[in-house]
């Protein structure tokens, strides 16, 4: 079966990965859980080429998951957020951490990269947490987040290192 074609499939599983079934997409979707809104900002953190970013924005934008909204008008610059449609990927994606916590390949006494708390009920959300049964589903708004003093400085250097490297781009300096 072609990419092209399965989102026609009969099969759920199928349809769902025709939207978001690549690592570029769900990184773009925890970008946008955790607050970052623009297009420079997501590229810096997720690595991805301008053209693939933008192509995936669009992409997700047709298929309802993301929205788009002008925030500076000469030039045009937008900012992308979530849907309703895109927040239903809130418990898939927690599923996705919970999985990593358990098997990404950390020692024990290693902290998270973001320690979440459960706002509601101010439990730890951990690798063997469960959203409540009772309620609504389950969002990313429901919890806080405290990101690790070693993943904020990851992210920290990946944008001064995305920043250095538009700035060699657009003065022509090319790295060695």
């Not at 990419?3 to 978001?20: K, T």
Request: hydrophobic letters at 40%; charged letters at 30%.
């Amino acid at each position: 079966m072609s990419w092209d074609g399965v989102c026609e499939s009969l099969c759920p599983i199928a349809r769902a990965l025709s939207v978001v079934g690549d690592r570029w997409t769900l990184l773009i979707m925890r970008e946008l859980m955790m607050g970052v809104r623009r297009f420079d900002d997501i590229q810096a953190q997720i690595g991805m080429s301008s053209h693939l970013l933008s192509t995936r924005l669009k992409r997700l934008e047709e298929d309802g998951v993301i929205e788009r909204r002008l925030y500076n008008a000469r030039p045009k610059r937008y900012e992308y957020l979530a849907t309703e449609k895109g927040r239903a990927l809130d418990p898939l994606i927690l599923m996705l951490r919970s999985w990593g916590l358990t098997w990404g390949g950390y020692a024990p006494d290693d902290a998270p990269a973001a320690t979440l708390v459960h706002k509601q009920t101010g439990e730890l959300v951990d690798a063997d947490w469960r959203p409540p049964t009772e309620g609504p589903r389950f969002s990313f708004d429901d919890v806080d987040a405290t990101l690790s003093p070693a993943w904020a400085a990851e992210r920290e250097a990946d944008r001064v290192r995305f920043q250095n490297a538009r700035k060699r781009r657009a003065t022509g300096i090319v790295a060695a």
